[in-house]
């Protein structure tokens, strides 16, 4: 096959998938851990040679199973949960299993791409510029983003930067994510509760210089993120870690507000009390740096955040569609 995707059935990974069926490629390895979840729904519409579960790939990497054809491993398989306590488990399943990715790919010329993440930015403090220098200075406020600092240093210790791409995704949302529970988009459960009880509950803020849901995020479409994927995959030159967001920072109140306009409802958002436990570790601004990537030739501005939310809502969540639908 001509590609790998981990995690294919995922948010990112099914619409890496679309998009790469939309360029005319179907030759594709789709992988993932299935289990008793609803994410192969997200795989139905999808065009792809061979599906494989996680354990049975993370096996043949040890093996010479592939072929010289496979150009590129796409490795967004991952524990995605920022509320994710079990450290053991996130090592296991965020680090050691990249590092394995990494190696099979690197020792067998295959263009690897990995999904690093915004959340390794911590308070922000450090800013949020894709420099390979200053990773050392970042603070995760959070397991999860810890997990992928982990391996973003790992490779770079290693050398492996140079011939690799890390990909620090910020707030992307979208179809195929109603498997994701408590972690769906603001977005998703915006709808929901829009179209349940007519009111959407956003997190009060505990800042004095953020008004209950001024708090800002660099929201992106999943349409979006798979773009700027498949820009860094054509590309063996773009190594080293690069951001992928919008570069803009919207507050959740302009977010609930684009849920309200595609429902045709009246606004009406109430704020509620952060969990105690989520304090110390929520983020109140993020605002991704998209120098790098334009730099690189990307030249596409990510869709409005307005527009995105109009075509997830009434493209997919009002008709229960999904991508390739």
């Not at 982990?150 to 690799?164: S, Y």
Request: hydrophobic share 35%; glycine share 8%.
């Amino acid at each position: 096959m001509k590609y790998i995707v981990t995690g294919a059935s995922g948010l990112i990974g099914s619409a890496v998938i679309w998009a790469l069926n939309q360029a005319g490629e179907t030759d594709i390895l789709a992988v993932d851990h299935l289990s008793n979840t609803e994410k192969w729904k997200n795989l139905r519409a999808l065009r792809f040679s061979d599906y494989m579960e996680r354990e049975d790939f993370l096996s043949l990497m040890g093996e010479n199973c592939f072929g010289t054809e496979v150009r590129g491993l796409i490795h967004l398989g991952a524990c995605s949960s920022t509320t994710e306590t079990d450290a053991t488990y996130l090592v296991h399943n965020n680090f050691e299993y990249t590092k394995t990715a990494a190696k099979f790919a690197v020792s067998r010329g295959i263009r690897f791409i990995y999904a690093s993440s915004a959340a390794t930015y911590g308070d922000g403090s450090q800013g949020y510029k894709d420099d390979e220098s200053i990773i050392e200075k970042l603070r995760p406020l959070n397991m999860y983003g810890y997990s992928k600092q982990l391996f973003d240093l790992w490779a770079k210790h290693n050398g492996l930067l140079k011939q690799i791409a890390g990909l620090k995704f910020t707030n992307v949302f979208g179809p195929n994510e109603l498997h994701k529970g408590p972690m769906r988009s603001v977005v998703c459960r915006a709808y929901e509760q829009i179209r349940d009880t007519g009111v959407v509950k956003l997190f009060k803020s505990y800042r004095s210089e953020y008004a209950d849901g001024e708090q800002m995020r660099d929201f992106l479409y999943v349409k979006d993120a798979a773009d700027m994927v498949l820009f860094i995959l054509k590309r063996n030159d773009l190594n080293g870690l690069y951001n992928i967001g919008s570069g803009r920072a919207e507050t959740w109140n302009s977010l609930a507000a684009a849920a309200f306009s595609a429902m045709n409802k009246p606004i009406d958002i109430e704020y509620i009390d952060m969990p105690e436990t989520l304090r110390p570790k929520y983020q109140y601004y993020t605002c991704a740096d998209m120098e790098k990537l334009h730099l690189a030739g990307y030249s596409k501005e990510a869709r409005p955040l307005k527009d995105s939310v109009e075509d997830y809502i009434r493209g997919y969540l009002l008709p229960g569609k999904f991508l390739g639908d």
